[in-house]
């Protein structure tokens, strides 16, 4: 017996020259594992998403974005004292029985205490884990009802598209089509009628009004792609005929960015997407403004088709002792009288409608995002009420934030029209007889 242990410390004691190399070596695969590390690390760090939120997805836009990182934080937390306490107990372990203490490993058979204890430990980590999650998941999933500051979607051109998805207890959402097609996202916006084809719509951003939930429609037209704003929730898939739903709900204006977050092909990379967060009264110019756009352009378009398709609109060549003239109609001579008051409640061109956002008992308008004008204008001059058109941030009523009223009416409208609106504005509102 004492020859067999002498024999084993005379091999031990030829090992420590070969050890040595070999813990060198090893020394050196792990600085090197250690600096590819920290280099991939600074990498992901350095890129912009990333480096927005470093520990956890990116947040503050939306309350679901919200729910999501805290959610994410919770298991993180939970994962950390897992991954340290397991860690930490490999690093003791490696420490206290290191070979130089005890060159001849100890034999052990297990612990049976210790095995059940890691069990029952795992299983309660993940029955943890699943209640935390199911307890948030309906504040990620479900809608809630807009702010009382948020737009007032009782009118008609706010009612839900085909296929709108869960919504809020109140039933009211603003509801958006996102149709995602190589390499450009589309929104159309909804309105009060069945004609999909006049509807409001933008590419690549989205404008939406603050304080009021919004519900999207997300499909694809040609391959699978995945909408993704990060600071307003998780992605969706966007997948041709089949449609996914999600909500956000943005307190504060500004703009938040994302882009398709599945490979779509060559330009996936250009295909980017924003949401443009505005005042609700901001919202409703805008939206007036470019739904004026669009029934301008469709009719631009219509009559276009008819000239082109209607024989009478060619010139005819008659005869005229034995030559042929060409007879074409003679312009006008003087432009038509204006109707002011209609230039008032529906606008022209570039120029939104007065009337959708100002309150005019002559003109039966009845809106509450600007100034009752019956009222503000009344003791004005008829240049303080050009001013007013066509310079509105040299005096912003008060109570009214600048900017709310478009700028573009000085160059929308002609000289004439101006002159029109603005005699128009001073007889209704000074006990005139209107135009």
């Known amino acids: 017996m004492r020859g067999r242990h002498a024999a084993v410390r005379r091999s031990v004691s030829r090992l420590p ?29 350095l890129a912009p998403t990333a480096g927005a939120s470093v520990l956890a997805p990116q947040s503050g836009g939306s309350p679901n974005a919200d729910q999501i990182s805290d959610l994410f934080v919770y298991i993180l937390i939970v994962a950390a004292i897992v991954f340290f306490g397991v860690e930490g107990a490999l690093i003791w372990c490696i420490v206290k029985y290191r070979r130089k203490k ?30 935390i999650t199911f307890l948030m998941l309906p504040g990620i999933r479900n809608p809630p009802n807009s702010s009382a500051s948020g737009l007032n979607l009782a009118g008609a051109q706010y009612r839900l598209q085909s296929d709108p998805g869960k919504q809020p207890p109140s039933g009211k959402s603003l509801n ?19 004609n999909a084809l006049n509807n409001v719509f933008t590419y690549e951003q989205m404008v939406v009004p603050t304080g009021t939930t919004v ?22 898939d966007a997948v041709p005929g089949y ?9 504060k204006a500004g703009v938040y960015n994302g882009q398709c977050a599945e490979l779509c092909g060559r ?5 980017i997407a924003s949401v443009k967060a505005i005042p609700p009264a901001q919202y409703r110019i805008w939206y007036a403004l470019k739904k004026r756009q669009i029934v301008a352009a469709n009719a631009a378009a219509a009559k276009a088709r008819n000239t082109i398709g209607n024989p009478r609109s060619q010139a005819k060549p008659t005869k005229i002792t034995g030559a042929a003239v060409v007879v074409t109609p003679k312009a006008p001579t003087q432009t038509a009288a204006i109707d002011a008051k209609k230039l008032f409640v529906q606008g022209a061109g570039q120029a939104t409608a007065c009337g959708a956002c100002h309150t005019l008992a002559a003109a039966g308008t009845t809106g509450t995002t600007g100034p009752n004008l019956d009222k503000s204008i009344s003791g004005d001059d008829k240049a303080a009420i050009k001013t007013m058109i066509t310079d509105p941030s040299a005096e912003v009523a008060k109570g ?10 000085g160059t929308a409208l002609t000289p004439a029209q101006i002159s029109a609106l603005v005699d128009y504005l001073y007889a209704s509102t000074h006990g005139k007889t209107t135009p």
């Open 267 to 271: 330009g996936h990379a250009n295909m």
């Open 176 to 194: 958006i089509a996102v149709n995602g097609q190589q390499y450009v996202w589309r929104f159309t916006y909804p309105d009060a009628d069945d």
């Open 243 to 251: 449609t996914n739903h999600t909500w956000f709900k943005i307190a």
């Open 17 to 45: 020259g070969v050890v040595g190399t070999d813990q060198f070596l090893s020394a050196r695969r792990r600085l090197f594992g250690l600096a590819a590390g920290a280099a991939l690390l600074g990498a992901l760090l």
């Open 215 to 236: 519900t999207l429609n997300i499909r694809a037209q040609d391959v699978a792609h995945s909408w993704w704003i990060p600071e307003l929730g998780g992605k969706f």
């Open 400 to 409: 009214y934030p600048d900017g709310i009223m478009p700028k573009n009416y």
């Open 102 to 131: 005890h060159p001849v490993a100890d034999q052990i058979h297990g612990n049976t205490n210790l095995e059940i204890g890691w069990t029952v430990g795992a299983a309660v980590i993940l029955v943890v884990l699943a209640t």
